[in-house]
């Protein structure tokens, strides 16, 4: 099967497990809600029958009728409260973001930059801080201006590490100059303004390639898509 077959099968079975417990849980609690339900009713109709002997039957059958009425109220409720539970979830996940610390504003903007796209990394090391294991290990390599590379090496070897190092998504140690100049002088939106990357997951986007080719989905000038062709 092709690597999309193989993906989509795989996300496939991850939703139809999480799909089918989420199914289960909805019908175990519908199940004991029902049962207290009818405990409810059995317990009215009960008293009824074998503690009260003067009501009159119209007002015993009123009470039976509102008695079930409520319970199924009363499910309703409790089934939107879960639900509204399970959403705030979501809301949880979003609101982590605000606890982010946000990233420094400071550093330099240059005119025309870079203009021949020279990359030089001296002695690069990243250290993820969740892991503290050296995923980058004094890297040094040079890429003249138009030439194509391969970064060629196994899974986790560290080949997106690198391109991280290039937007400064992490804190690197050593230095890294596009066309002489230390990217760490840099502010972080001017640099990642000015150079784009393709990853290697494909997502499906809304919106022209000019818009999502700039990570801040700046209006970059026309002019540098000039050359943008599709084979
Ligand atoms: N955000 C992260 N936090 C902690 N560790 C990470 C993080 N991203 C990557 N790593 C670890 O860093 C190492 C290098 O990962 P990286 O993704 O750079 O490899 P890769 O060469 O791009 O692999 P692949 O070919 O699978 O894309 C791996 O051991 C990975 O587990
Ligand atoms: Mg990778």
Same mark, same amino acid.
């Given at each position: 099967m092709s690597y999309y077959g193989t993906s989509c099968c795989r996300h496939q079975d991850l939703f139809t497990s999480a799909n089918y417990i989420s199914l289960c849980a909805k019908r175990a609690f519908a199940f004991y809600m029902d049962l207290s339900s009818v405990i409810f009713l059995i317990i009215i109709v009960g008293r009824f029958l %074998? %503690? /009260?002997? /003067? =009501?009159a039957a119209g007002d015993v059958g009123l009470a039976i009728t509102q008695a079930a009425g409520l319970a199924m109220i009363v499910q309703f409720a409790l089934m939107q409260w879960s639900e509204t539970e399970s959403n705030m979830t979501s809301v949880e996940r979003a609101l982590e973001y605000t606890y982010l610390r946000q990233e420094t504003k400071e550093g330099i903007k240059l005119e025309d930059?870079? *203009? *021949?796209g020279e990359i030089n990394y001296v002695n690069v090391s990243l250290t993820y801080r969740s892991t503290?294991? *050296?995923?980058? *290990?004094n890297i040094s390599f040079a890429v003249k201006s138009k030439q194509k590379i391969g970064i060629v090496g196994?899974?986790?070897?560290?080949k997106s590490s690198i391109i991280s190092t290039l937007f400064r998504l992490y804190n690197y140690e050593g230095q890294i100059f596009v066309d002489d100049v230390?990217?760490?002088?840099?502010?972080l939106e001017f640099l990642r303004q000015h150079i784009s990357i393709i990853p290697q997951d494909p997502i499906m986007f809304q919106g022209t390639i000019r818009k999502r080719t700039s990570i801040l989905y700046s209006? =970059?000038?026309?002019k540098r898509y000039g050359k943008l062709s599709i084979k």
């Open positions: %074998f %503690f /009260d002997v /003067d =009501t930059w870079p *203009k *021949k503290n294991e *050296k995923v980058l *290990k196994r899974t986790g070897a560290g230390e990217i760490k002088t840099l502010s209006n =970059t000038p026309m």
